[in-house]
Structure formats: C-alpha cells, structure tokens
C-alpha cells in the first residue's frame, strides 16, 4: 500500500477533524550584503512574508528589505526598499490586515541627528499602496520598535530612541506612537529620561479594549528592579506602573493565554542558575505571577528573541531565544551559539525542548507559531571564518515536534528489520531478512550522524558517541530507495 512517509516520521496532526501535513525546511539566504530579518508573519496562502533590512555595498547604508518564501523554503520574492531623501532606512516590524500588509520602520535623515517614523501600505503582491513619513524629536533615532494592531483598527507602536546627551554619551528613550491605518498620526508620547537605558520593548491591548500595557525596563528606579509594566490608556497616558515578578526584564513579547491571563518572556537579574537564562512566566491582568519556569543550555548565557520570543497560535505556544549569546559582541561574535526553542503548556511546563546551529555564531530575532502548528524561527548566522561583519538569514521551520524532515512517497508492505533495545543505551541491534541494506540514523535536525552497511542478518551499530535523546532511522536497499522507517531512543 502507499502511504505518505516523512523521512523518519509521520507529519501529520488533526487540524478541526482532518489530516494536514506539516512543512518543515531549514534555509540559508547568503548575499554579500549583510541582512537582517526583524519581523515575519505569514498569509492567508501560507507564506511567510518577513521585513527587516540590508546593506548597500556602495554607499555602505542599509535600505528597507523584505523576503517572500513558500511553505517549502522557496524563495518567492525579494525586495529592497528606500524613501526618498534617506541616507539609511530599515524596517521593524509587519502586519497584515484585510489582505494588505502594513510595515513600520525608520529612515535617517542626517545621521545621526534626526530620524523620521516610515510608515507603508502594500498590497497582497507587495507594492506599495501609501507610504508616510512622519516628524519625531530632532536629535533621536529609533533604534527598537514594535507595534500592534488594535481593536480599533489603530496601529500602535512603542519601543526607544537613541540621542547623544549633554555629557556626548548616548542615551536611549521610551516611546509611544498610535497610527490610523493610512498613517497619520493620532497620538505619540516621547519621554527624556536621565537614566542611559531607558526602554520599552512591547505593548498589548486590555483584554477589555480599555487602554495597554506596555512592558518596559529601567522605567523607574521604585521598585529596584528592571522590569516593570506600564499601564496606559486609550490616549497612551500613563495611568500606573507596576514591577514584573521574578525580576525579569527585556524582551517581554506579550501573549494573553486565555481571557485574562498574560504570557511573557526576559532575562532575569537574580543569583544564579537563572541570572541570563531564558524566564518565561504568566502574570494576571493586575500583574500578579500565576506560573514561573526558566530555561538554560549548560552554563551559556542566554538571550530572548530580539523581537518575538513568545507566539501562540490555538493550543500551540512557543518560547524562542539564544543560547550562548555573547553579550560583549552580540553580533559579530567568535563563540558557536544556537537557535533555542521550546514547546510549553499554558502552565509554562515544557512538552519539549531543542536547539539548532551550534556550527556558528547564532542570533535569533523572532519566532512564529504556524497555521500547521509549527514554528518559524527566524535570525542571523554568522561565520567568523569565512564572513567579515556580513551576516546571513537563518530560518528554520519546524513541525509541531520540533523537528525539521522532509518527505517522500514509497511503498512499504511489511516491517522486514527489528531494531532493538529500544530504548537503548551504547549499541543497537539490527536484525533484518535483507542484506546488503544502508542504515541511516538521524537527529532530530536532520542530520544523518552513523551509516553503515549491514552485511549481516544481525549488524549492531555502536553509538556510544551519541548523547541522550530521539532519533530516527532509515533502510535503504541497493537501488537507493527507502523501505523502511522508524524512531529510535538513547537513554
């Protein structure tokens, strides 16, 4: 009989009472250029449409950037974007809404004295529909920004600016701005603070359309500690502000786990193990902690996604981040670092736990859960031995068990092999009718790590040098084709 095989695993989940296959790809987009990806989301057709920048060889400035790629990994599309009379512009981040997509970003105009919000509207084939540019405070640049969609169909926006002080030191400012979807401006607030690291890296919606929150660091110095969130209403004043438990702080990527509770992410300043770890905790609707967990790799330190660590699409809630991120050269760093992505429950247990890279150095930027109930995670990589502050895109996408495979047809009409002991520890035991048969065992990314050739009805296969976890197998027979599959489990 023909069934549809992954290359190790079936990829199939039940989506309102089908079955719906799962695509999953990893993908290096290399230019000489470097790039940068700071937003994605995907379409009604199931592409991923992701905003960012890139830079121009010649003038050494970047220009807005924007990348259109399938449910496979093909790249569909390629754009790269500048206003008129810009010296450099970027994009921060995209949404789409009623079949057009609104991006948000910055244009320098005198570097670095001034830079101006870039407001544009494109249609579903990416051309541009409206385009605003819109005045901010002489003297300060954006240098971070994330926005929403609210209820009523505004577009609001926080994040920070960067001035040079009176003291010629650089100084980073809170923000808030609300756009109409033509984008004009409806209301901003631009705060001047003493304190150099004076951030705001995202803002949700009340539950009940009343007002934000915003979630901000180094806001106040009341608490005594970093985190805190501020709490505005409609017309983005300041109501009250309130300390994040735990300590947390810095990338908070607010999700609402249900009707009234809130899901977020940071570091953590305390004591160690959690000082640079990965913290993910739920908080109520009047900032009280409900659930708290932390994640860490070893001893590395770790960094939430810059832009997007949490996304949660129907029962399927990912935390994203960085594991051994080099805080002392965060992107052109020398150490080998890694994608890391784990799959919660709404009480932040983990269901599972992964990572990815670990060849180079890599920074991931966003995630996003999947219409199939995956994840796209998507950032840079870069290879200090071959690259020299030039970055490429990494983007992975996962299934929903975090795995990246890929799939083919074949026929299969009986098990021939037995594979065992499974779980096993050092060694396992292939026993199969057939001789002359390539086993293959592979790690949940991809990567084929023994072969061998069974020459024997009996073959075992050392793997000693493996570490703990799952992995997969396949038997291939001498016309290269595959006829037999399975998973495997080193304890």
């Given at each position: 009989m023909?069934?549809?095989?992954?290359?190790?695993?079936?990829?199939?989940?039940?989506?309102?009472?089908?079955?719906?296959a799962?695509?999953?790809?990893?993908?290096?987009?290399s230019?000489?250029?470097?790039?940068?990806?700071?937003?994605?989301?995907?379409?009604?057709?199931?592409?991923?449409?992701?905003?960012?920048?890139?830079?121009?060889?010649?003038?050494?400035?970047?220009?807005?950037?924007?990348?259109?790629?399938?449910s496979?990994?093909?790249?569909?599309?390629?754009?790269?974007?500048?206003p008129?009379?810009?010296?450099?512009?970027?994009?921060?981040?995209?949404?789409?809404?009623?079949?057009?997509?609104?991006?948000?970003?910055?244009?320098?105009?005198?570097?670095?004295?001034?830079?101006?919000?870039?407001?544009?509207?494109?249609?579903?084939?990416?051309?541009?529909?409206?385009?605003?540019?819109?005045?901010?405070?002489?003297?300060?640049?954006?240098?971070?920004?994330?926005s929403?969609?609210?209820?009523?169909?505004?577009?609001?926006?926080?994040?920070?600016?960067?001035?040079?002080?009176?003291t010629?030191?650089?100084?980073?400012?809170?923000?808030?701005?609300?756009?109409?979807?033509?984008?004009?401006s409806?209301?901003?607030?631009f705060?001047?603070?003493?304190?150099?690291?004076h951030?705001?890296?995202?803002?949700?919606?009340?539950i009940?359309?009343?007002?934000?929150?915003?979630?901000?660091?180094?806001f106040?110095?009341?608490?005594?500690?970093?985190?805190?969130?501020?709490?505005?209403?409609?017309?983005l004043?300041?109501?009250?502000?309130?300390?994040?438990?735990?300590?947390?702080?810095?990338?908070?990527?607010?999700?609402?786990?249900?009707?009234?509770?809130?899901?977020?992410?940071?570091?953590?300043?305390?004591?160690?193990?959690?000082?640079?770890?990965?913290?993910?905790?739920?908080?109520?609707?009047?900032?009280?902690?409900?659930?708290?967990?932390?994640?860490?790799?070893?001893?590395?330190?770790?960094?939430?996604?810059?832009?997007?660590?949490?996304?949660?699409?129907?029962?399927?809630i990912?935390?994203?981040?960085s594991?051994?991120?080099?805080?002392?050269?965060?992107?052109?760093?020398?150490l080998?670092?890694?994608?890391?992505?784990?799959?919660?429950?709404?009480d932040?247990?983990?269901i599972?736990e992964?990572?990815?890279g670990?060849?180079?150095?890599?920074?991931?930027?966003?995630?996003?859960?999947?219409?199939?109930g995956g994840c796209?995670?998507?950032?840079?990589?870069?290879?200090?031995e071959t690259?020299?502050?030039?970055?490429?895109?990494?983007?992975?996408?996962?299934?929903?068990?975090?795995?990246?495979?890929w799939?083919?047809?074949?026929?299969?009409?009986?098990q021939?092999?037995?594979?065992?002991p499974?779980?096993?520890?050092?060694?396992?035991i292939?026993?199969?009718?057939?001789k002359?048969?390539?086993?293959?065992?592979?790690?949940?990314?991809?990567?084929?790590?023994?072969?061998?050739?069974?020459?024997?009805?009996?073959?075992?296969?050392?793997?000693?040098?493996?570490k703990?976890?799952?992995?997969?197998?396949?038997?291939?027979?001498?016309?290269?084709k595959?006829?037999?599959?399975?998973?495997?489990?080193?304890?």
């Amino acid at each position: 009989m023909k069934i549809l095989l992954v290359l190790l695993l079936f990829l199939y989940f039940n989506i309102n009472g089908y079955l719906k296959a799962q695509h999953t790809f990893e993908k290096v987009i290399s230019e000489p250029e470097d790039q940068i990806i700071n937003s994605s989301i995907e379409d009604n057709d199931g592409n991923y449409i992701m905003a960012g920048r890139i830079k121009d060889i010649e003038s050494n400035l970047y220009n807005g950037y924007i990348i259109k790629i399938d449910s496979t990994g093909s790249l569909l599309q390629e754009e790269t974007i500048s206003p008129n009379d810009s010296i450099s512009s970027m994009f921060f981040n995209i949404h789409l809404f009623d079949n057009q997509y609104y991006i948000l970003g910055s244009q320098m105009v005198v570097n670095p004295d001034t830079s101006k919000l870039w407001f544009l509207k494109l249609n579903y084939n990416l051309g541009i529909e409206d385009e605003k540019i819109l005045n901010i405070p002489i003297g300060r640049w954006f240098s971070y920004m994330n926005s929403i969609i609210d209820s009523d169909t505004n577009i609001v926006i926080t994040g920070y600016t960067t001035r040079i002080d009176e003291t010629n030191n650089y100084n980073n400012d809170a923000f808030l701005y609300k756009l109409d979807l033509d984008g004009d401006s409806m209301n901003s607030k631009f705060y001047t603070s003493l304190v150099p690291w004076h951030f705001s890296f995202d803002i949700i919606e009340k539950i009940d359309s009343s007002g934000y929150y915003a979630f901000v660091s180094h806001f106040t110095n009341t608490f005594g500690t970093s985190g805190q969130r501020l709490v505005l209403d409609k017309n983005l004043d300041s109501l009250s502000i309130d300390s994040i438990p735990k300590q947390v702080y810095d990338y908070y990527s607010p999700v609402y786990i249900n009707q009234s509770d809130i899901l977020i992410c940071g570091k953590r300043g305390a004591e160690p193990p959690n000082d640079y770890a990965l913290n993910v905790l739920s908080i109520t609707d009047n900032g009280q902690l409900i659930d708290y967990n932390t994640f860490k790799k070893n001893t590395f330190r770790e960094q939430p996604s810059r832009y997007k660590g949490i996304s949660k699409k129907g029962n399927c809630i990912y935390l994203g981040g960085s594991s051994n991120h080099d805080y002392s050269n965060p992107f052109w760093s020398t150490l080998d670092s890694w994608f890391h992505l784990i799959k919660i429950n709404p009480d932040i247990t983990p269901i599972w736990e992964y990572w990815y890279g670990g060849d180079a150095y890599y920074f991931l930027y966003s995630i996003l859960a999947t219409n199939d109930g995956g994840c796209i995670m998507v950032g840079n990589r870069y290879d200090y031995e071959t690259q020299n502050q030039e970055r490429d895109i990494y983007i992975v996408k996962v299934n929903s068990d975090g795995l990246i495979v890929w799939t083919q047809e074949i026929s299969i009409d009986k098990q021939v092999t037995e594979v065992y002991p499974n779980p096993g520890t050092n060694q396992l035991i292939i026993k199969t009718d057939n001789k002359k048969l390539d086993f293959e065992l592979i790690n949940i990314n991809g990567q084929v790590v023994i072969r061998q050739i069974l020459d024997e009805n009996q073959s075992p296969i050392n793997t000693e040098s493996l570490k703990s976890g799952m992995y997969f197998y396949r038997l291939i027979d001498k016309k290269n084709k595959t006829i037999e599959t399975g998973k495997w489990i080193k304890k």
